[in-house]
């Protein structure tokens, strides 16, 4: 089992040495997912630890759909002293090692989306570069954290990506647990989430469930998501004055 916590450098470092982009059944829609990770010193102990138990029960219920497995590619993402690529895209279908993250130093948020942005717009270049039709993709930030880096621009470019043609290019979910901060999560976006306590399985159960049903779906039409897990709850936009 792989573990992550700070890396090296305070920059994006990848998590194995570069390799081709891992793509299963190119004649089938994808969807690609960036899990990005709060890993900053807020997150140490049981927080971390149920990141990681809940990341592992989402794909244990991914692989158990063989559609879904070839259609799903997963990427995760940490911002904590810097911002780096804990997992590149990989299909869940070829997923054998699961990774362990660990958590320590500042809440680099905006390094993080930053690097979670250019992620998610390769992979769908490359989808387009292959023929190989999508699903919208989805970055799911999770964090306990206010940001200690500038996060306006990212923010501005992810804002662009989701309000983009009729439907947007990209789904930006923020869910916050303890001191996290609502004003920068809405930056971001308007799908804010917050958690009571400290427990992650039941929002990657939730998770798990959301795209099995938009990745198996042949055709096209936007999925009315289930009820959020009874610890979680939609937080309201700010209303302006």
């Not at 090296?8 to 793509?23: C, Y």
């Not at 990341?55 to 810097?82: C, H, P, T, Y």
């Not at 989701?162 to 976006?189: I, P, Q, V």
């Not at 009571?196 to 795209?211: A, H």
């Amino acid at each position: 089992m792989k573990e992550f916590g700070l890396p090296t450098e305070n920059q994006a470092t990848p998590a194995d040495p570069p390799s081709a982009p891992k793509i299963v059944s190119t004649s089938e829609p994808h969807m690609a997912c960036v899990f990005l990770i709060d890993t900053s010193d807020a997150m140490a102990g049981w927080p971390i630890d149920s990141v990681n138990k809940g990341l592992q029960r989402f794909i244990a219920k991914i692989a158990m759909n063989e559609k879904a497995s070839r259609r799903v590619d997963i990427a995760v993402v940490g911002f904590g002293g810097g911002a780096y690529i804990i997992q590149d895209f990989m299909p869940v279908a070829l997923t054998t090692e699961p990774v362990t993250l660990g958590a320590g130093g500042a809440a680099t948020m905006g390094s993080g989306a930053g690097l979670a942005a250019d992620m998610m717009e390769n992979r769908s270049d490359l989808y387009s570069n292959m023929g190989i039709p999508m699903y919208r993709p989805w970055i799911f930030m999770i964090t306990n954290s206010a940001p200690a880096d500038h996060i306006e621009d990212v923010a501005w470019r992810i804002r662009e990506e989701e309000n983009r043609d009729l439907h947007g290019n990209l789904k930006f979910f923020a869910l916050g647990a303890g001191d996290f901060d609502k004003a920068a999560a809405f930056k971001f976006t308007d799908r804010v989430m917050e958690l009571t306590g400290f427990d992650y399985t039941g929002i990657f159960n939730w998770l798990g469930d959301s795209i099995l049903a938009i990745s198996t779906n042949d055709t096209y039409e936007e999925i009315t998501l289930g009820n959020l897990p009874a610890d979680t709850r939609v937080v309201q936009p700010p209303t302006l004055n």
